[in-house]
């Protein structure tokens, strides 16, 4: 298949050298990062894209996506689609979605979770929101890239179900790193409090497979000092994205919201900024109630 990949970065650049070690004729543009092996370069986003059956981007935001579909979108081929990685907010993913269609387009909104191990493994889970028959025409492209890919409904469906379930982990998370520091206080063992939460009923991710204390359970970032990993400032970006969808359609998300808060206070105030987003477990341990 002929593939025209925009935004060549951390992500987008290993899964475009998966799709081109498949044996796909991959061009690609990055004003910035270079074209990995086997993807040829593009002068721009409308070189990148001109004759291509499949447009796949990995931008870092909204903004950017919709300034970058402008200049796509018009020299698309006809019935090519249009498949955005990237996580943006939920309008912007649906305003893409329309511009495209109204251009004989398809149009996919395809937010990943895996990180760059996963885009380098080609082991990410897609969430894709669109029509069927684009979803049928990418879907052997998420199988080279990707595990699992779920269509979750129409436009804005797959950035919906990301920033739901990133959500759930940016408040477990806290709320598991909070509870190892009680319990640190309390003189409980890390490994004995590891060893009853992981098998009752305050298990979940962050604590069976993520776990935020050094030296407990799998090995993860937390045994790596903390570097990420998922960053903080990641998980601060989709929980705004979160409250920004739950605003635009009258959610109540308490949680959701104060969890923003926490990362957006450890991120641009606590010197979060780089780490992984496990690092509210020292955070917390420094801290005290009324601090
Ligand atoms: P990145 O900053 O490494 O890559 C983004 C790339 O887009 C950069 O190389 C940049 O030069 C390029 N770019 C910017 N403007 C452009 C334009 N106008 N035209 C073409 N290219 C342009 O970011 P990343 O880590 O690869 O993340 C990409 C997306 O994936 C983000 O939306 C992020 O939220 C999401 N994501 C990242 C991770 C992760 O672990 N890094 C995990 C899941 C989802």
Known sequence: MRIGFIGLGNMGGPMAANLAGAGHEVRGFDPSAEPPEGVARAASAEEAVEGAEVVLTMLPNGEILRSVALQAIPAMAEGAVLCDCSTVDVE????????????????LDAPVSGGVGGAAAGTLTFMVGGGDAAFEKVRPLFEIMGQKAVHCGEAGAGQSAKICNNM???????????????ADKLGLDRQKMFDVVSTSSGSSW???????APGVGPRSPADNDYRPGFAADLMLKDLRLSQQAAEAVDADTPMGELAMRLYAAFVEQEGGRGRDFSAMLPRFSARRRDS
């Not at 912007?92 to 149009?107: D, F, K, N, P, T």
């Not at 962050?206 to 935020?212: D, E, I």
């Open 92 to 107: 912007s993913a649906r305003a893409v979605a329309s511009q495209a269609e109204a251009a004989g387009l398809g149009a």
């Open 168 to 182: 759930i982990l940016g408040a477990t998370m806290i709320a598991t790193c909070e509870a190892f520091a009680l």
């Open 206 to 212: 962050s604590m069976n497979t993520y776990c935020p």
